[in-house]
């Protein structure tokens, strides 16, 4: 076990470092994965897609986030048991002792659904994950060379992963609405300010979810999180400012939330990056919440 702690992020010229170095990299120590959901253009299977559809890292082996879930609740993308997720990362040649090192090539310099998986390793026990800072948009913006879309990711050997859930990581629907009465934490709502007032839709995702908010709950869109000319997430003390000037209090308990529990993962990182590392997701998040709060207990902004 390494004796220093591993970073929530880690740069583009980190990485390129470290894939030159060709001794470490044929060993276990080190895994890339890359987790996009592929924009069901086809309407094809996004890991099908993966070595034809998209460029990659080289050696990066493809994170399925719409396959490693919870295939029997309605809600999206709800968390697998232990033993599905260590079935699938252990498929994907991570075992308990690898360094994860997870991007994606969303719009947002890598602030998709990188942030998520990172959320998931360490909610099964594994804190040996970091999220590559300005994913593949900044990774290619600053020359670093990706594999031809022909080329398929490297043969994978599985391997053993032993996973250990946190439940203190995961709020439930039950938590969220005895939340309003009991006030035992904080609750930050990564999604738009429109979505989170009630102004429009999340047309975007195609959903019927209602319009609003959880009462109590403070607006931080995960984009505020970025420095969109460094191309990459906000500095420590710039996410601590964004965080007090929200009114939110990182000395006390927090959970995140958005639509679907993906971007939510994103302010999870923020704070995580901040020294706060015990920031909970609510898994079901706005549909799961939507779907079953009392109408008195969805809030949206007076107009």
């Given amino acids: 076990m390494n004796r220093f702690r591993v970073p929530p992020l880690v740069s583009v010229k980190w990485l390129n470092n470290l894939l030159a170095n060709v001794e470490i990299m044929s060993t276990s120590r080190f895994k890339i994965l890359q987790s996009t959901r592929n924009v069901p253009a086809s309407n094809s299977n996004s890991a099908e897609d993966y070595p034809g559809q ?14 490693c879930l919870d295939k029997t609740s309605k809600y999206k993308r ?4 232990e033993k599905e997720f260590a079935q699938y990362v252990g498929n ?38 970091s999220v590559l ?20 990711p490297n043969v994978i050997k599985p391997t053993l992963f032993k996973p250990v859930l946190h439940p203190s990581a995961v709020k439930t629907f039950k938590d969220m609405d005895n939340n309003i009465i009991d006030q035992r934490f ?7 300010p ?3 007032n009630g102004v429009i839709p999340d047309k975007t995702n195609n959903e019927d979810a209602k319009l609003g908010h959880i009462p109590g709950s403070t607006n931080v869109h995960y984009t505020e999180l970025l420095n969109q000319e460094r191309g ?9 400012n964004i965080f007090q000037k929200k009114g939110i209090d990182l000395n ?52």
């Fill in 92 to 129: 994907l040649g991570v075992s308990s002792k690898t360094h994860v090192i997870v991007y994606d090539n969303s719009k947002n310099f890598g602030f998709g659904f990188a942030p998520r998986v990172w959320w998931m390793f360490r909610t099964f026990g594994h804190k040996r994950v």
């Fill in 232 to 240: 990459e997430m906000r500095s420590e003390f710039e996410l601590i």
């Fill in 133 to 152: 800072n300005g994913g593949l948009l900044k990774w290619v913006n600053e020359g670093f060379g990706v594999t031809p879309s022909h080329e398929t």
């Fill in 78 to 81: 709800m968390l697998p048991s």
């Fill in 54 to 67: 998209r460029q990659h890292i080289v050696g990066s082996s493809f994170f399925n986030i719409d396959e």
């Fill in 186 to 192: 904080q609750v930050m709502d990564a999604r738009s």
């Fill in 252 to 303: 006390k308990p927090l959970v995140a939330t958005c639509l679907t529990g993906v971007t939510a993962c994103s302010l999870v990182l923020a704070a995580h990056v901040c020294g706060k590392r015990d920031v909970a997701v609510f898994d079901g998040a706005w549909k799961e919440y939507s779907d079953k709060a009392k109408p008195e207990n969805i809030h949206v902004k007076i107009q």
């Fill in 194 to 196: 429109d979505d989170f």
